[in-house]
């Protein structure tokens, strides 16, 4: 039985990898695409969406543009310095054959769960702003979807937007607040799980030596995002592995060592975007989250692999 699924993206590089991986695999079904901003404006980040889902002739896959802008501040910054100006390194793709629908994100969100009751995983691989307002639309989705899996946050890793921030936190932190304390069943995964799994420069190099439509689309968009991790990290032709991660959890859980762990997101100050672990609840009545804290990083490649190559 397949597993239904929507992706809350932002297009993006690791984004591209992400919903590739999870178009090729066939335990996943991708009822739609919900476009937000993040790795770029959200009108770029929608195009870039509609080019995924035409890629391979996937054009059945419904994409909603979403939100603009984070629910309370104005935003702290775009990814473009990470992923280029068009979202996908710079290679400046032509216009998508397909249109967007005609209804926001969230409303398209909502409508997707209560057509789908109890069936229905959420994917956000962006910040978290359509997946709060669709909350704040209908409060009923909380109890009628499936589980929330979500690339973003970190504990124990240093932050990649702040010292203590991911970037899909850190670009709305009050969204994410209100996502992760909603009450469904949630699973963080983020930095702690992310930076574990590397592409090296050589498993890139054959992957992207294959020449189907999706590893050449990968190939395109690398040479920008490679040369960030190089002025970043110092990695020579390497990747951290962050949203295909995401879709790694979904296929095989077993993959990753995870903790029920209450949690909350800060949304002000100089730790704002930080995910805080209250092991001891000596803070609040936080709910509780399944937190990815380790990783099989190799059967995580090899299932990328598989599924990218197949």
Aim: proline residues 7%; negative net charge; charged residues 20%.
């Amino acid at each position: 039985m397949t597993k239904k699924i929507l992706i809350d993206t932002d297009p993006g590089v690791d984004d591209t990898m992400a919903i590739l991986f999870a178009l090729r695999s066939p335990e996943l079904e991708v009822i739609g695409l919900a476009a937000i901003f993040g790795n770029a404006y959200v009108d770029v980040t929608a195009k870039n969406a509609l080019h995924l889902v035409e890629l391979e002739n996937n054009h059945h896959i419904p994409v909603a543009k979403g939100a603009a802008v984070p629910l309370v501040e104005p935003p702290r910054s775009m990814g473009m310095h990470v992923h280029g100006d068009d979202g996908m390194g710079g290679i400046n793709l032509p216009d998508p054959d397909g249109e967007l629908l005609g209804i926001p994100a969230a409303q398209f969100i909502v409508e997707t769960i209560l057509a789908n009751p109890g069936e229905l995983t959420l994917v956000p691989i962006g910040p978290l702003t359509n997946i709060a307002l669709a909350v704040r639309l209908e409060p009923r989705i909380v109890d009628l979807v499936k589980e929330v899996v979500i690339m973003g946050g970190t504990v124990y890793a240093d932050g990649n937007a702040s010292p203590v921030a991911e970037a899909n936190i850190y670009n709305d932190p009050h969204a994410a607040a209100i996502v992760f304390n909603a009450g469904w069943p949630l699973t963080m995964v983020g930095l702690d799980v992310t930076l574990k799994v590397v592409m090296t420069k050589n498993y890139l190099d054959k992957l992207c030596s294959v020449g189907n439509p999706a590893t050449e689309m990968i190939r395109q968009v690398l040479p920008f995002y490679q040369q960030f991790h190089m002025e970043e990290y110092g990695l020579n032709g390497d990747l951290h592995t962050h949203d295909p991660s995401a879709i790694a959890y979904l296929l095989d859980p077993a993959l990753f060592q995870a903790e029920q762990i209450p949690a909350f997101v800060e949304t002000v100050g100089s730790c704002s975007g930080q995910t805080v672990l209250d092991r001891q609840r000596q803070l609040g009545d936080f709910k509780e989250i399944n937190v990815c804290l380790g990783v099989d990083d190799r059967s995580v490649l090899d299932l990328f692999w598989e599924r990218l190559t197949g």
